[in-house]
């Protein structure tokens, strides 16, 4: 049986890449020359995406995807399919508009009017705001409950003294004798005309029979033209950022219970779950969800956010994918998780595990500058903000490929939607960087944003792959392709190894204060101990314990770490307590829950977690010390690396260790620590070639010795059972033998005239290009040619270029030795030098920014342009 490592190194992994080609229209000559260069790029699949197209599901589109399936067909590539007219998903192209009432989006809003008392015979206007188009767009709705509720004199707080004062409303006029002190009368709205107004014709995902409109408009149209297609060439559908959008600024990340002014989705189930759970009286706790104050409260947050992200997973998701599985297709996609808002309301949808567990895969995307090289903890400008980088670095990644590890329907499987509205800036080592970060997390599946069969500059949302031929790097995108092709497949299909659990903590945050789960994941990962993350639903359901270990699936976790949560469901705190009993490790950052989220009395169960050996309480910054000095790791590092990245795959014949060096500027030079035996190899998923590694055997490990230029990634492979390999030989430590010195003759060719260049002239010495002023907004190819002596005997001769800016291909006497889109800039120059005079060329391509200087480019650091060096040749020693 052939393992992974097999199947890459002799060209047969499967394909884990599908790029967003983007449909407004074009020609029926773009569209297959469109899939032409995506499958030139080493790519087997694409997804289908209206952006928007003039004719959605009309003759002109399906004019368009019939050539796109008889292209793929052709070429042997997989379809998906972005299931609406645009994005994000939920429009169901337009069908909703007219909707009977059921079936369109439903909100709960709440107005006030404050009294004081007491004082007989008062009267206050209750009524909704009429809805009157082009003045009062959100008016309008029918009154649900009107409440009043005491407020404390000193803070102003709601109490916990509550009347229902429904029954004393006459044609949207209350009528009441307001009692001693002061008080607050709410009134709530059921109002269809609220939210995101762009998203005003919308499908309601806590309705059914609503989210039935989409599959009835879009899957079963595409089923209709092409179900011989369906489970070969249309591998499935995509949803792209479905979500309430409840909220006017859906996307403002504070947008979750609490807020002042916003509407809450809403539907008939919500108002029969909620009655009942609490009785018919439950709607005098309902202005809870936007007020401060009174006992009830943490416990009626939970509880609709409990029943809002449990019906959006039953009613949108699981009723998708189960439609697709029927279908003989899969469902994949993603929600919006922006800085926290995964948890939350606006564009979110409550509860990250829940919203996509009806999916195929697990998945997530980075856009618009949400991770930025560098930054990993103060945040940093992004296009929409500002990023809150503790949660993209440290939390997005590994919440969403723990997922794809918990739930067996996903087989492994995170995808992620990357590369996107980066701008021009944004070249093939920015994305090879991304890729990294998103592999050495635990994604495998990637969609890369995008394919615009649009003329150059379509401004929206760059860089473009192939940008109709103007981008200058496309000719080296299938570099990253294979790379990426190849990792994914070596790190799939083998169990993930970590050594800690750490829970979600969604519920406590809808409860009261908590601490984000990216908290202790960032003290794990700057310490190489590797976690998975776990909801609530999993402690209650899918996890047990197995000698004093945490068993979910075919992982095994030697402790269960709990960020500080105030309070958490009694069902969990329940479930702890039996976990501790059978002898789990149960660390809680920074202090103990102090109640269970619903309100119940759980004293009993609080005071034997405080108590039993099993449980301990630590702070933040002491989790990572404390995990080794008990032995909680699965690699050892000899020194502090906080910026070194690991991820281990076990599988039946071995073992694969991705290390990462996510830093930009920094090397890392370290002494890994390795719990194996046997032959130990580094392979590099680049060149697909296996190396010999500098390691040492001690009785039941291996001492690995790693050395990492910024952004450098090198994979090891364990096992018994390498035999048969064709192995390099080791490289050994390189010393400077000579620099290439001496002037240089420039020219330059843009996409289009490669590989015809234009003489510029001679460079005496190496510099940034863009600082030349002829130069500045030149972007595409900068050709390098210079001869050098060489008179010198070596075993192992490499050229380093230095610094390079940034795509590099180095040719040596006519003879390409290769192209690097990324540190370290060095190749093998063995057999291919001659005593004496030796020609050299170094061909670097840079970005389209210097040409274009789009606006999503603007909050970016730009690099230099051409080569910098120094060009230095080293000989092994």
């Not at 998701?317 to 948890?343: A, P, S």
């Not at 991770?371 to 980088?389: Q, T, Y």
């Not at 040492?696 to 010795?705: D, V, Y």
């Amino acid at each position: 049986m052939s393992t992974r490592l097999d199947d890459v190194l002799s060209g047969k992994e499967e394909n884990y890449i599908l790029p967003f080609f983007w449909q407004h229209g074009e020609e029926e000559e773009v569209l297959r020359e469109e899939m032409a260069r995506i499958h030139e790029s080493k790519i087997r699949a694409v997804c289908v995406e209206a952006r928007p197209h003039p004719d959605f599901l009309g003759p002109k589109w399906w004019k368009d995807m019939d050539i796109i399936m008889e292209e793929a067909r052709a070429r042997d590539m997989r379809v998906w399919i972005l299931d609406d007219d645009h994005f994000p998903t939920g429009h169901a192209a337009g069908r909703l508009k007219n909707a009977p009432k059921e079936l369109r989006r439903l909100f709960l809003q709440i107005d006030h009017v404050d009294a004081v008392g007491p004082r007989a015979n008062s009267s206050f206007m209750v009524a909704p705001v009429p809805y009157v188009p082009g003045y009062f767009e959100t008016g309008g709705g029918t009154i649900s409950a009107v409440i009043a509720i005491k407020r404390d004199p000193y803070t102003g707080d709601l109490t916990d003294t509550i009347e229902d004062l429904t029954a004393k409303v006459e044609n949207g006029t209350l009528y009441w004798d307001v009692p001693m002190g002061y008080w607050r009368i709410f009134t709530v709205i059921e109002n269809d005309k609220n939210g995101d107004s762009k998203k005003k014709d919308y499908l309601n995902p806590l309705v059914k029979e609503s989210v039935r409109v989409l599959i009835d408009t879009i899957h079963e149209a595409f089923y209709e033209r092409y179900r011989e297609d369906f489970g070969s060439t249309v591998a499935g559908f995509f949803s792209d950022e479905p979500g309430f959008y409840n909220d006017k600024d859906s996307f403002d990340y504070k947008s979750k219970l609490g807020k002042k002014g916003v509407t809450l989705p809403w539907s008939a189930e919500m108002n029969n779950l909620l009655e009942e759970e609490y009785g018919s009286d439950y709607k005098k706790y309902l202005p809870y969800l936007w007020h401060e104050g009174g006992e009830m409260m943490s416990q009626i947050r939970f509880s609709y956010m409990n029943l809002v992200s449990k019906l959006y997973a039953e009613n949108f998701t699981k009723q998708i994918g189960d439609w697709c599985r029927e279908h003989g297709v899969e469902y994949i996609g993603h929600i919006v998780e922006d800085n926290n808002l995964h948890t939350g309301l606006g564009a979110g949808t409550g509860h990250f595990f829940r919203a996509l567990e009806g999916q195929d895969m697990s998945g997530l995307d980075v856009v618009l500058w949400q991770l930025n090289p560098g930054f990993d903890e103060i945040p940093s400008r992004s296009f929409s903000g500002e990023a809150d980088n503790e949660f993209y670095n440290y939390g997005l990644a590994k919440m969403a490929a723990s997922l794809a590890h918990l739930d067996p329907k996903k087989k492994g499987r995170t995808m992620a939607e990357v590369f996107g509205a980066y701008g021009w800036v944004e070249g093939l080592k920015l994305m090879k960087w991304l890729t990294d970060h998103m592999l050495v997390r635990g994604v495998n599946y990637f969609v890369p944003h995008a394919f615009s069969p649009k003329e150059y500059p379509d401004y929206d949302c760059p860089p473009h792959m192939y940008a109709r031929g103007k981008n200058p790097q496309f000719r080296y995108y299938q570099y990253l392709n294979q790379y990426t092709n190849r990792m994914s497949h070596l790190l799939s299909g083998g169990t993930h190894v970590a050594s800690a659990a750490v829970l979600y903590h969604a519920e406590a945050e809808w409860s009261g204060n908590c601490m984000y789960f990216q908290k202790p994941v960032k003290e794990l990962m700057r310490n190489q101990i590797d976690c998975d993350i776990l909801p609530c639903d999993s402690i209650i359901g899918d996890v047990h314990v197995r000698n004093a270990k945490l068993i979910s699936q075919d992982e095994t976790f030697d402790c269960l770490i709990i960020p500080y949560s105030e309070a958490l469901p009694t069902s969990v705190l329940k479930r702890l307590a039996d976990f501790a009993k059978q002898g789990l490790s149960i660390f809680f950052i920074d202090g103990l829950p102090q109640r269970a989220c619903e309100g119940e009395v759980v004293n009993d169960v609080l005071e034997f977690l405080a108590s039993n050996e099993n449980v301990e309480v630590i702070l933040l910054d002491s989790l990572a010390e404390k995990m080794k000095n008990i032995g909680y790791y699965d690699i050892q590092v000899k020194d502090a690396q906080p910026y070194l990245r690991y991820f281990h795959v076990k599988h039946q014949k071995m073992d694969v260790y991705m290390f990462f060096n996510e830093h930009p500027i920094h090397e890392i030079e370290t002494e890994v620590e390795l719990p194996v035996t046997g032959k130990v190899l580094f392979y590099d998923a680049y060149e697909n070639i296996v190396r010999d590694s500098h390691v040492r055997a001690e009785a039941s490990k291996s001492l690995l010795t790693l050395k990492l230029a910024p952004f450098e990634t090198i994979t090891v492979i364990s096992g018994t059972d390498l035999s048969g390999l064709e192995v390099s030989p080791i490289v050994n430590k390189l010393q400077s033998a000579s620099i290439v010195e001496g002037s240089w003759s420039l020219s330059t060719a843009n996409s289009l005239q490669y590989p015809a260049f234009t003489p510029w002239g001679q460079l005496e010495s190496l510099k940034d290009i863009s600082r030349i002023e002829s130069l500045k907004s030149f972007s595409g190819t900068m050709r390098y040619e210079t001869e050098f002596d060489w008179n010198t005997q070596g075993k192992r001769i490499v050229m380093d270029l230095g610094d390079v800016y940034e795509t590099a291909e180095l040719i040596v006497n006519g003879e390409s030795l290769g192209v690097r889109i990324s540190a370290p800039y060095q190749f093998e120059l063995s057999g291919s030098l001659k005593y004496g005079k030796n020609s050299l060329v170094v061909e670097v391509t840079n970005t389209l920014v210097k040409e274009n200087p789009d606006t999503l480019s603007r909050i970016a650091q730009h690099e230099p342009s051409g080569l910098l060096g120094p060009v230095r040749i080293l000989v092994e020693e």
